[in-house]
C-alpha cells in the first residue's frame, strides 16, 4: 500500500481489526465518541461496505446465498475497498479521521485462511490508502466464539476464526497496536 502524503490538515485513517465478535464494532463507537468529544471530524465506516453493487454480491455470498470461488470472492473484497478509495481520499484530505471496522488486513487474513497463497491475496490491496494506525483487538477465537452472537454468517464458525486467527499473526507488525481481551 502507498503511504499518504502527511500533512497537518489531513485526517487519519484509523483501522480496526480482528476476529468476528471481537467487540471492534463497540470499540470503533467508543472511538468515534471519544474524538468527536476532542472536536475531531470524524466517520465511522467498514468493509465490506454491503450498500454498493459489489457489497451486495458480497453480503450475499456471506448470507450463503450464493456460492463464489474463493479467489473471485476474495476480488470483489478488494474491489469494494477500490470503489471506495476516491472517496476516503478526499474525506482525509479534508481533515475528517475515518475510523474503519476491517481493511485490507481482513481480506488477506480471511482469504489466506481458507489456503489461498499470501502473496497472491496481497497483491489486488497494493495501491489502497494506507491507514495511520491498524489495533487489532486480540481475543481467542473460543473467548469470541463464546460471547454469542455468531448471526450464521459463512465465516462465523470456531474452527474457520481459529485459522483466521494464524493468518493474523502471520500480518501483525510491530506498527499494529495490539488490545489484548
Ligand atoms: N471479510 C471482510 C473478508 O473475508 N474479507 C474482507 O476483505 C473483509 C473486509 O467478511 F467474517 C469477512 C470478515 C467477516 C465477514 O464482515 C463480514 P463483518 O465485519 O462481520 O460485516
Ligand atoms: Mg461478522
Known amino acids: 500500500m502507498e503511504s499518504n502524503n502527511k500533512s497537518d490538515s489531513r485526517g487519519a485513517l484509523i483501522v480496526l481489526e480482528g476476529l468476528d465478535r471481537c467487540g471492534k464494532t463497540s470499540q470503533c463507537s467508543r472511538l468515534l465518541s471519544y ?3 476532542l472536536g475531531h471530524s470524524v466517520e465511522s465506516w467498514r468493509f465490506p461496505d454491503r ?4 457489497g451486495q454480491m458480497i453480503s ?5 446465498k ?4 474463493d479467489h473471485a470472492i476474495h476480488l470483489l473484497f478488494s474491489a469494494n475497498r477500490w470503489e471506495k478509495r476516491s472517496l476516503m481520499e478526499s474525506k482525509l484530505r479534508s481533515n475528517t479521521t475515518l475510523i474503519v471496522d476491517r481493511y485490507s488486513f481482513s481480506g488477506v487474513a480471511f482469504s489466506s485462511a481458507k489456503g489461498l497463497d499470501l502473496d497472491w491475496c496481497k497483491a489486488p490491496e497494493a495501491g489502497l490508502l494506507a491507514p495511520d494506525l ?9 473467548k469470541a466464539a463464546e460471547r454469542g452472537g455468531y448471526g450464521g454468517e459463512r465465516y462465523e464458525q470456531l474452527e474457520f476464526q481459529k485459522k483466521v486467527a494464524l493468518s493474523y499473526q502471520m500480518l501483525c507488525d510491530d506498527t499494529w497496536k495490539v488490545m489484548i481481551f
Open 60 to 64: 450475499s455470498y456471506l448470507t450463503q
Open 51 to 54: 450498500n454498493t453493487g459489489v
Open 134 to 142: 491498524v489495533v487489532y483487538l486480540d481475543i481467542s477465537p473460543e
Open 66 to 69: 450464493s456460492q463464489l470461488d
Open 35 to 37: 474524538l468527536e468529544e
